[in-house]
Structure formats: C-alpha cells, structure tokens
C-alpha cells in the first residue's frame, strides 16, 4: 500500500478549508457592492435625465422644432391619461425625451402655484414607476408672449411670468 | 501515523500553500475596500444637491434677461419706469421659486440687488441700455447650503 505524500493531501484540504472560510468571513462581515450596485445605477439615471432635461431646454431649432419651454407653452391644460392618451397634447416632448433617454420610462409631471395653491398635472404617462425610480426637475418660466406664439391654454397676463417645474420620474426596467 | 511524522520532505509546497492563502486574504479585503468605496461615492453623489443648485441658478440667469425683455415692453406701454417693472416682476419670480423649491424642502432666497445701465442713472434706462443684473442667492437644504452675494449677470446682448 502506497502510504506517502498523506501529508500533501491533508494539506491540500487544510488549504482548501482555509480559502474557503476566508471568502466566507469576507463576504459576510460587510455588504458586497459590486459597480452594477443599485446606487451607481440611479447616479448614471439621475445624470442622463437632468442632462436629457437641459439638453431639451436649450437645443437649438437646427436640431428640434420646439425646445422644453415651448413644449410646456403649447400644453392645453388637458392631463394624461394612461393607457389612452398618455402624452395629452406633448408629443414633441415626449419624442425628444424617449430620443434622449432610450430603454428608459419616465413619467413627466409639470407643478405649479396658481393663486397659491399648488398644482401638479401629470402630462406624459408610461407607467407606475419602479423602485430603482429617480426624479430630476427643471424650471421653465413661461410669459404670455412664449404661451401666444405656441398657441397653448395657460391663461397669463401681459405682465405676468409663470414658473413651471417639468418634473422627470425615470427608471430602468 | 509513525510515517508521517518522520516525513519531513515536502515544506516548500506547505509554505507555499500559506503564501498562498495570505495572498488570497489580502487581495479579498482589497476587493472588499474598492467595492466599498464605490458604494460611498455613489452615495455622495445623490446626496449632493449639484443639479438643485445649478438649476437654480442657471434659471435665474436665463430669467434676468426674460425679465429685462419683458420690462422693456411693458414700459412702452405704461408710465411705470423699467426699474419699478422689474423690480415687481423680479419679485414675483422669486416668490414662485421659493415656493417651488420648499415642496422639496428646500429653502431659496432670490432678492435683486441692482440693475445696472451703462447709460441711465436712478431708474430711468432707456431701450437696452441694462447691462448688468445684480442679485442674492441663497440655497439652502438643511445639510448644504450655497450662498452668491452677489451673483453678476450679463444681460446685454
């Protein structure tokens, strides 16, 4: 009977148990978080949705017929409803948005104060929003003039501003 | 077992095997620290108001120069004087912003300091003389809090 190198293999084993609690001990004592974690995802999702939000505020006609602003100028007032209608009257917005922000769904809400009371109307609906959702926002400040020319339904002065958060719900599926 | 313990051949392959496994204890907690540091900076990075601030004050620029535009037109219309237009419309854009802002929790302090003309003096410009917006901002969300006093902004075109 062949009774040498018992002592390799023991070590082998002893080796093989080593490694293994090591890895055991790692991965329990703290949480693994790997670069697809949750929160790196929502920082890339928050960034391209602000940016894809300013992009459409400042893009030049060259490049798209009607810039953010203009969008909400030319809103009729009318909510979305989903599945029907769930981009009321914005579907130049929501082709600017899906353009820039492709393989996610967003939800767009627009809050503002109307005699002090604050209003929030959903305007493009693509669904319920995930778990992994974030929410970007930005200002448009809409005048008569801007709301005019865009042939929209805000009712405003001639001397009167309207500031308009477009607010962003974006999340991955 | 008598065998075993007089082998005493073969100490390379188990001190290698310690070598070995130290190396493999090391690059784990190296691992473990690189991941983690990614978690922490991922966690700055949405906590950190940037695009709040930014917003806020790219805003107010572009709305210095819509305001300019807009008292310049109301004033050809009414005897009220430029500085007096803006000044009024400037506050109404401040007060929906702080509104706007505090649904966040956040508080927004926007005030004009000054309208300043290369030519006219004591509120009295005339056509597109205003060439420099003066004005406060202040940001605050109870852990950041971001102050320009004052924010300059070029209005002339």
């Known amino acids: 009977m062949n009774n040498k190198a018992q002592l390799h293999t023991l070590e082998g084993l002893g080796a093989a148990v080593l490694m293994t609690l090591t890895i055991l001990t790692i991965s329990q004592s703290t949480m693994i978080v790997t670069p697809q974690n949750e929160l790196a995802v929502d920082v890339h999702l928050e960034q391209m949705s602000n940016d894809a939000l300013t992009v459409m505020d400042i893009a030049p006609h060259s490049s798209a017929q009607y810039n953010l602003t203009e969008c909400i100028a030319g809103w009729d007032m009318t909510e979305a409803t989903y599945p029907s209608s769930p981009t009321s009257d914005l579907d130049e917005l929501d082709e600017g948005l899906s353009y820039l922000l492709p393989n996610i769904l967003y939800n767009v809400d627009l809050a503002y104060f109307e005699n002090d009371n604050l209003n929030v109307k959903k305007v493009i609906i693509k669904g319920s929003p995930a778990d992994n959702a974030v929410v970007v926002r930005h200002f448009v400040t809409l005048t008569n003039e801007t709301v005019s020319d865009m042939g929209g339904a805000w009712n405003l002065a001639e001397d009167e501003l309207k500031v308009v958060e477009v607010r962003l719900t974006a999340w991955k599926v | ?157």
Do not use: C
């Open chain 2, 1 to 157: 077992m008598e065998s075993l313990k007089e082998n005493n051949k073969g100490q390379w392959i188990a001190l290698s095997g310690l070598v070995i496994s130290l190396i493999i204890i090391g690059l784990a907690a190296l691992a473990n620290q690189a991941v983690l540091a990614g978690y922490h900076s991922s966690n700055a990075a949405l906590e950190f108001p940037k695009e709040n601030i930014r917003e806020l004050n790219s805003h107010t620029r572009d709305n210095a120069k819509i305001i300019k535009d807009l008292s310049i037109e109301l004033n050809a219309t009414s005897n009220e004087t430029i500085s007096s237009i803006y000044g009024r419309l400037f506050e109404n854009y401040s007060s929906q912003m702080k509104k706007l802002y505090a649904t966040h929790g956040e508080t927004v302090d926007l005030s004009l300091v000054s309208i300043n003309s290369t030519n006219g003096t004591n509120g009295t410009y005339s056509g597109h003389d205003i060439d420099m917006i003066l004005v406060n901002i202040t940001y605050d969300d109870g852990t950041t809090l971001y102050v320009s006093d004052p924010e300059l902004i070029e209005v002339k075109e």
